[in-house]
Every structure is written in C-alpha cells, then in structure tokens.
C-alpha cells in the first residue's frame, strides 16, 4: 500500500507558477503508476497528468500540455507537478492517485489509493 499526501497549493495570479510535490509513504512507490487528477466545484474530477513507474513515460491532458510538468523521484517516494503559466480555469482541488496495477489511466476509477487534496486557486 501507499498513502499520498499533497502539498504546495495555493492562490496565485493568472500567469504564475505552482509545484504540487505527493509524499507516498510505502515501500514499494516504485512499483505504482502515479496520477494527477483535479476536481472543481460542480464538476468532475478530470485527469491531469500520469507518469510510468520508472518515470519513462508522461501522459497530460489536452488542457494542461505544455504548461504542466509530471516527474517522480522514486528514492523520495515523491511525484511533482509543475505547474507554469496558470489560467483561473485552473482552480481546483488537486489530487494525487497511485495505481495499485502499476499501470497508468485516463480515468479516476483505476486508481486504487489517493490523496486528500490540495486547493490551487488562480485569480484574474
């Protein structure tokens, strides 16, 4: 099992940069697939970024590609989302999803562990 915790949100302006960082305790990290997912009020949660195990392979979002970077460090047992040039359509509660399969998915139901979230507020 992993247990990730989310830090590093914010409120920031529209244009500015954020880092998530999602501490996932467990011995294991290197063996999950990781995801970033965001849920704004009233609305789903959506997809924002994947990464492979070994960090190979990065999967985003049409909304989000080119702004936002994923990247994991497996001896920290941590995955980063770099967030630049942040939009108000951005605001959200940012959530940090492991994959028990070791696969990563466009879909939140695939992800068996998650975070308790962060809040990214983007203002005008």
């Known amino acids: 099992q992993v247990h990730p915790v989310e830090s590093g949100g914010g409120l920031v302006q529209a244009g500015d940069s954020l880092r998530l960082s999602c501490v996932a305790s467990g011995r294991t990290f290197s063996n999950y697939g990781m995801a970033w997912f965001r849920q704004a009020p009233g609305k789903e949660r959506e997809f924002v970024a994947a990464?492979?195990?070994?960090?190979?392979?990065?999967y985003y979002s049409d909304s989000v590609k080119g702004r936002f970077t994923i990247s994991r460090d497996n001896v920290e047992n941590t995955v980063y989302l770099q967030m630049n040039s942040l939009k108000p359509e951005d605001t959200a509660v940012y959530y940090c999803a492991a994959s028990a399969s070791g696969n990563v998915y466009y879909t939140h139901r695939s992800y068996t562990y998650w975070g308790q979230g962060t809040q990214v507020t983007v203002s005008a």
């Open positions: 990464i492979t195990k070994s960090g190979g392979n990065t």
